[in-house]
């Protein structure tokens, strides 16, 4: 009914990039800005990635200029390209709805070695 399905983690060298996608049900997809978080081991969640349903995306610092996020409508599909990875980046991802707090999913692992 209404889930969230992180995928495309993994292990990745410094420097190395990885794309995460989150297939969302429609209820959590539509008319909402949607977002990508993080949780290191010994952290509290963190915003990596907002974009609005029109498209307009928004970082923190942290990932500015490293990250992209976008969105593809019709699938109801969050996407996240990670680019110049650092070990800092290294955390469990997930993908909710920005205003509204959905049940967590699963999440997917990214692993930045150096």
């Known amino acids: 009914q209404e889930q969230l399905v992180e995928s495309g983690g993994g292990l990745v060298q410094a420097g190395g990039s990885l794309r995460l996608s989150c297939i969302a049900s429609?209820?959590?997809?539509?008319?909402?800005?949607m977002a990508w978080y993080r949780q290191a081991p010994g952290k509290q969640r963190e915003l990596v990635a907002a974009?609005?349903?029109?498209?307009?995306?928004h970082y923190p610092d942290s990932v500015k200029g490293r990250f992209t996020i976008s969105r593809d409508n019709g699938k109801n599909t969050l996407y996240l390209q990670m680019d110049s990875l650092k070990p800092e980046d290294t955390a469990v991802y997930y993908c909710n709805a920005y205003y509204i707090k959905y049940d967590w999913g699963q999440g997917t692992q990214v692993t930045v070695s150096s």
């Open positions: 974009i609005t349903g029109g498209g307009s995306a």
């Open positions: 429609g209820t959590i997809f539509s008319g909402n800005s």
